[in-house]
């Protein structure tokens, strides 16, 4: 988890970059993907201090998305694991 940084002077905290980029979880409820998408929000929280907003959805979606660009999704070949969500995110985020 990060804590504060410092650029150009200006302290940057978890709190403020959690605050400035919005994190969306998109999952089909009627497909039992809620289970997965709170375990996901709850992971970027613990892990990287975001919160994340939970969006329900009846299209067979699981998809995380930071700015409203997906990071992760469901493909053919099944959910990403937790750890490469948490990634994919902190690389959205330049975060390391």
């Not at 919005?22 to 892990?47: D, E, H, W």
Request: net charge negative; hydrophobic share 50%.
């Amino acid at each position: 988890m990060i804590s504060n940084i410092n650029i150009g002077g200006s302290a940057i905290t978890a709190e403020s970059v959690a605050h400035a980029h919005a994190v969306t979880i998109t999952y089909c409820r009627p497909c039992g993907f809620a289970a997965s998408a709170i375990n996901t929000a709850a992971a970027l929280r613990m892990q990287l201090g975001l919160d994340a907003d939970l969006i329900s959805s009846k299209s067979g979606k699981f998809e995380v998305s930071v700015n409203g660009r997906a990071v992760a999704k469901k493909s053919g070949y099944g959910f990403p694991e937790e750890w490469q969500i948490v990634d994919a995110v902190a690389a959205a985020l330049e975060i390391a």
